[in-house]
C-alpha cells in the first residue's frame, strides 16, 4: 500500500493526501452514462480517466469497488425538471419501445469501453433496477422535513436546506448567483422555491416508464438515483466520487444534499471531476458539427478527420492529457499521438528479445521507477508518467541496438516496470499495428490494391478492401495516397 498518493478534491478545491475511509478497501462511485443514445466522445473520455484512477488504486493494492451506474430511467431534457423524457423521445423516434432503447445503447457503450480496453466496474446499477431504493430515499427524505410533496410530485426543499447547509459547497458559488440565474417562478409552478428540484415525479398519463409509489404513479427524479445507490452499494459515506465537472454544478450538488438530509453526512470524501473536450480550440457539441461519435474516430469517416486512429492510439492520445485539464483533438495531435503510441509498442515487442549484457546497468532503472510513481502519485498525472515512460523506451531502444549495457537485475526490474505502468496502469495493448514489419505488410497489400484498382480490376481491389475491413482494417484513400487504421 502506498501512502504518498495525493488527488485533488474538488470539494476543497486542493491536493490532498489520500486516506481512505477503511483501508485497504476504497469505494468509487461514478456517474455513469445516460442510455438514450451513443456515448459521445467526452463521455468516453471521463470513464477512461476514471478506469485509469481505478487501476493505478488497484495497482497500489488497494481493494476498490467501483460502482458506475446506467441511467435508464427519469432523465429529462432539462436539468431542471423540465422538458421531455429522453428515453420516451427517442423511443417514438425510433419506434421502440423505451427500454429497447435502453438495451440497445447500453450494448453500443459497452462495447466502446471494451475497444478502449477500460475494466468493467464492480458493479453496473440501473435506475430501473432500484426504483425501491429511491422511494425509500425519498420517504425518509420527507420524514426529515427536507421534502413536500405537490399532487404527485415531491420536490427538495432548498430554501429549508440551506438554512443549515451550504447547497453550494461542491462549486463555491455564490446562492445569490444561483438565484439570479434560475427562472423566476409563476403561478404555473408546483414547486416553492426556485432551486427546489423533483425527487418523485408524477407521471403524465403518456409517460410510458411509470411505477406505483406511496405518492402515486410516477417516476425517479434523475438525481435521487445516484443518491440511492450509491447508498446502497459503498453506504452513508465513501471515499471517491467521480465524474464529468459538467455534473457539478446540479447533479453532484443535488446529490451531496439528498445524501446529507438524509443519511445527516456528506457521500463522498473525495470529490474528482474530469475536464471536457475541445475540437481545433472550440468546445466539442453536436450542434456546433464538431462532435464525433467513437466509430467516427477509429474509422476516419469524420469530415473533420483526415484519416481513422485505433482505440488504444486513441486512448493513448487521451492520456497524453491530465484527466483535469481540457483536450483538443485536430489532426495534427492525434497523427503524433498515433506516433508516439507506436513507439511505446515497437518498444514493448523489443522487451522480451532484450539481452543483459553483465556489466552494471548504465541507467538507472531504480530512479525511473520512483519518478513512475512520482508522477501517478501526483494526483494521477498521466502525461508525466508517459514522458518518463519514453525515457524507458530510450533505454529499450539503447539496450536493443547495443549500445548501452545492462545488468540481469535492471533488465528485469525495466521489463516489470515497462508492463505495470504500459499494460496494467496505463491500459494500453497492441494492437498489432505498432510492427514495423506490420507497417511494410501493409504497405504491399495497399500497393497490390492500388495496383489492381488502376487496372480496373476492381473485384480484386475489392475482395482486398472487404477482407482487410473483415480483420478491422480500414483504408481511406486520400491526397497523399491511401491510409489504414485498425478498429
Ligand atoms: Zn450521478
Redesign the pocket.
Known amino acids: 500500500m502506498d501512502n504518498r498518493l495525493v488527488l485533488y478534491n474538488t470539494l476543497t478545491r486542493k491536493k490532498e493526501n489520500f486516506e481512505p475511509l477503511n483501508p485497504p478497501f476504497v469505494g468509487m462511485y461514478v456517474?455513469g452514462p445516460t442510455v438514450y443514445s451513443d456515448v459521445h466522445l467526452g463521455n468516453c473520455r471521463t470513464f477512461v480517466s476514471f478506469d485509469l484512477i481505478f487501476r493505478y488504486l488497484t495497482h497500489l493494492g488497494y481493494k476498490v469497488r467501483y460502482v458506475r451506474?446506467i441511467t435508464d430511467a427519469g432523465h429529462l431534457e432539462g436539468d431542471n425538471d423540465e422538458g421531455d423524457d429522453k428515453f420516451a423521445k427517442k423511443a417514438k423516434l425510433e419506434q421502440l419501445e423505451p427500454m429497447e432503447i435502453v438495451q440497445k445503447y447500453t450494448l453500443g457503450f459497452h462495447e466502446v469501453l471494451r475497444l478502449f480496453n477500460t475494466l468493467p466496474p464492480s458493479i453496473e446499477p440501473t435506475a430501473t433496477g432500484h426504483i425501491s431504493e429511491q422511494i425509500a430515499m425519498v420517504q425518509k427524505i420527507l420524514e426529515e422535513g427536507y421534502a413536500y410533496e405537490v399532487n404527485g410530485t415531491v420536490y427538495f426543499d432548498v430554501e429549508k436546506y440551506v438554512k443549515e447547509y451550504d447547497y453550494t459547497i461542491l462549486t463555491n458559488r455564490k446562492l445569490d448567483d444561483l438565484l439570479n440565474n434560475t427562472r423566476e417562478l409563476n403561478g404555473q409552478d408546483e414547486k416553492r422555491g426556485r432551486l427546489d428540484f423533483a425527487l418523485w415525479i408524477k407521471a403524465k398519463p403518456e409517460h410510458i416508464m411509470r411505477w406505483p409509489s406511496p405518492w402515486g404513479v410516477g417516476f425517479p427524479g434523475w438525481h435521487i438515483e445516484?443518491s440511492a445507490m450509491s447508498r446502497k452499494y459503498l453506504g452513508d459515506q465513501f471515499d471517491i466520487h467521480g465524474?464529468g465537472m459538467d455534473?457539478a454544478a446540479t447533479?453532484h450538488t443535488n446529490?451531496i444534499a439528498q445524501s446529507q438530509a438524509c443519511n445527516h453526512t456528506q457521500p463522498a470524501k473525495y470529490w474528482m471531476h474530469t475536464n471536457m473536450l475541445t475540437v481545433n480550440g472550440t468546445r466539442m457539441s453536436k450542434s456546433a458539427g464538431n462532435g464525433f461519435l467513437p466509430h467516427e474516430l477509429f474509422s476516419g469517416s469524420h469530415p473533420l478527420l483526415n484519416r481513422g486512429y485505433s482505440p488504444m492510439a486513441v486512448r493513448f492520445f487521451m492520456l497524453q492529457a491530465h484527466y483535469r485539464s481540457t483536450l483538443d483533438f485536430s489532426n495534427e495531435a492525434l497523427e503524433a499521438a498515433d506516433k508516439g503510441y507506436k513507439r511505446l509498442m515497437n518498444a514493448m515487442a523489443l522487451l522480451p528479445k532484450l539481452k543483459a549484457t553483465g556489466k552494471k546497468a548504465e541507467s538507472n532503472i531504480e530512479a525511473l521507477k520512483q519518478r513512475c510513481y512520482a508522477a501517478m502519485d501526483d494526483d494521477f498525472n498521466s502525461p508525466v508518467l508517459i514522458a518518463e515512460l519514453f525515457e524507458a523506451v530510450r533505454v529499450v531502444n539503447s539496450v536493443y541496438d547495443g549500445k548501452l549495457a545492462i545488468d540481469p537485475t535492471s533488465l528485469e526490474n525495466l521489463q516489470t516496470l515497462m508492463c505495470h505502468f504500459v499494460h496494467d496502469v496505463l491500459g494500453l495493448l497492441d494492437d498489432n499495428t505498432g510492427s514495423d514489419d506490420f507497417e511494410k505488410l501493409m504497405e504491399v497489400v495497399i500497393r497490390l490494391r492500388n495496383e489492381a484498382k488502376q487496372n480496373k480490376d476492381y473485384t480484386t481491389s475489392d475482395r482486398i478492401r472487404e477482407g482487410l475491413s473483415a480483420i478491422g482494417i480500414q483504408l481511406k484513400d486520400s491526397k497523399e495516397g491511401t491510409l489504414w487504421n485498425k478498429i
Request: with cysteine; net charge negative; hydrophobic share 15%.
Open positions: 456517474c451506474n445516484c465524474g455534473l447533479h446529490e
